[in-house]
Every structure is written in C-alpha cells, then in structure tokens.
C-alpha cells in the first residue's frame, strides 16, 4: 500500500488546473504511466511517498496491539507531511483526501499543524489537482513495486499474473485462490489481514490451535524463544483436506540445541526463503 503527497507554489494553482491529473481510479494504466511522467518532470511539481509492505501492514493489524488500516494511513500522512516541512517547505494550505469522519481528522491535522489550513473532504483526488497528482504518484509506485515484486515461495500458480490486487478483480481472485498453501497460506506479497484472503485462509487452510500449560488469565503472552513445540500434524495438503493441527508449547528451560546445515533443496521454499535451519535433538 502506498501514499502519496504532492506539492506546488501557491501561484501555480491555476496553471495546475489546466493540466490532465484526475483521480488515478478513473484512468487506465498507460494514461497514469503518462501524467506520472508529466509530474515527474513538471519543475513546479515535487512529491513524496510512503510505501507499506503487506508484510508490514499484516503485522501491525495482526498483532495483539492491533492498528487499523486508518490509523496506519493516519501515521503515513504525518510521516509525509513532517518529512515536507523538514524540508524547509513552508505549508499554507493542504488538502486531504479521507474515507473516515472528515471533520475529527481535519481538526486532528489542524491540531497538530496549527498555522496550516487544511482541506480534508471524500473524494479529494477527484476534486483538487493537487491531490489528483498525488494520486497518480501512489497508483503508479504501487503497480509497480507489485509488477516487480519477487516471489521467494516456489510453485506459484500463474506467476505473477495476479491482477490489480483489488477483491473486485476476478484475475486477482483466480490467482488467490489457486496459491493458498493449506500451511503457509500465502506468499509475502499477500495481505494476511485483507478481508478477502481471511475468508479464503479460513475456507481453505488448515485449522491451528494452540494450547497453553497455564491458565492465568492475566497473562496471554507465550514466549517462542525457550520453548519446543510437539506438532501434531493431521492435514493432507495434496489433498486440501481441512484438518486440524495441534500445536503444543512445553517450556524448557536453558536447552541448546544443534542445528543442522544442509542444501536446503528437498525443504519447502517457506523455510528456503526466511533462511530457517533445521532444529535437532537438544543437547
């Protein structure tokens, strides 16, 4: 996921309305990589981004802190905004493009940045030029951070042909539903926390619970590090049968172990790709 802020001279407002930027949604691909190019080397135009792994984002709304997909946007925009006024840019007036509650983010913003006037409204990128650019400036770096995207997961059905990334796009939703690993889930380029691969996860996937030694309702957290895991394995993933693991923590307390080098050719790319070695008897 992508933002984007661009910014111009107060004075050239008119002339920026004269020129083709329009919310990046209504345009097509080439239409965008053209107007992205016209910004690129418009000397009155400059632009910042902030790109968001599905990595990233997954983990955040994820975790037990969960931030929501707003709340990250909310923090790109202060990102964006404090890296232009570092800059040394002097902000009169910014205009912002919301999906939420117009008013209590505005007024947030103006909080935050008094002496600033701020225009927060629905739809901005189809309404100001400005926004229309940065749009274009999103849209643009996202498609292709995700045509150049490398998958480090084997035996990826289609590719990399999967589509616009949006849950309306039936070659995006073809692509998911034929990559989903009934283990792993998804490569790293899928959102885990997207609505659309939950429902597929909990379709397809194998179901996990995981149980805990002690009870103590004041305390939720297991600590990964000084604990081996007996894994119950019960799923046929050549099959896709919708089976249960079970995955027990036993703590242990002040255990080494020996891990054990090799090619790493005949273990799943999962493993492969996030450079995990194998874990022996303790010693």
């Known amino acids: 996921m992508v933002y984007a802020c661009a910014y111009a001279p107060v004075a050239y407002r008119d002339q920026l309305a004269k020129q083709a930027y329009a919310d990046s949604k209504t345009l097509n691909e080439d239409k965008r990589e053209l107007l992205y190019e016209a910004i690129q080397q418009d000397s009155q135009i400059c632009f910042l981004y902030d790109a968001l792994s599905a990595t990233d984002i997954s983990v955040n709304m994820l975790s037990r ?40 983010w505005q007024a947030r913003l103006e909080s935050k940045y008094p002496g600033v006037r701020f225009i927060v409204c629905p739809k901005a990128d189809a309404i100001y030029p400005i926004v229309s650019a940065a749009s274009i400036v999103a849209k643009v770096t996202r498609d292709r951070g995700l045509r150049d995207f490398v998958i480090q997961e084997e035996a990826i059905a289609g590719g990399q042909e999967y589509g616009s990334g949006y849950p309306g796009d039936p070659v995006t939703i073809r692509w998911l539903e034929a990559n989903v690993s009934t283990v792993f889930g998804y490569p790293d380029v899928v959102r885990f926390s997207w609505q659309t691969t939950t429902r597929l996860l909990e379709d397809t ?21 000084t604990v081996a895991a007996n894994v119950t394995a ?47 008897a303790p010693i």
């Open 65 to 104: 802190d969960r931030i929501s997909l707003n709340s990250l946007a909310n923090e790109s925009t202060f990102k964006l905004l404090n890296d232009v006024m570092q800059m040394g840019v002097n902000l009169q007036e910014v205009f912002v493009d919301t999906v939420g509650d117009a008013a209590k």
């Open 205 to 225: 996937a194998c179901k996990v619970q995981w149980e805990s030694e002690v009870e103590d309702p004041g305390q939720h957290t297991l600590t990964f590090t």
């Open 234 to 280: 019960q799923c046929d993933e050549s099959q896709g049968n919708n089976l249960e693991h079970t995955l027990k923590q036993q703590p242990v307390s002040q255990t080494q172990y020996l891990t054990k080098s090799s090619s790493g050719k005949s273990r799943h790319s999962y493993f492969r790709a996030r450079k995990l070695q194998r874990v022996c």
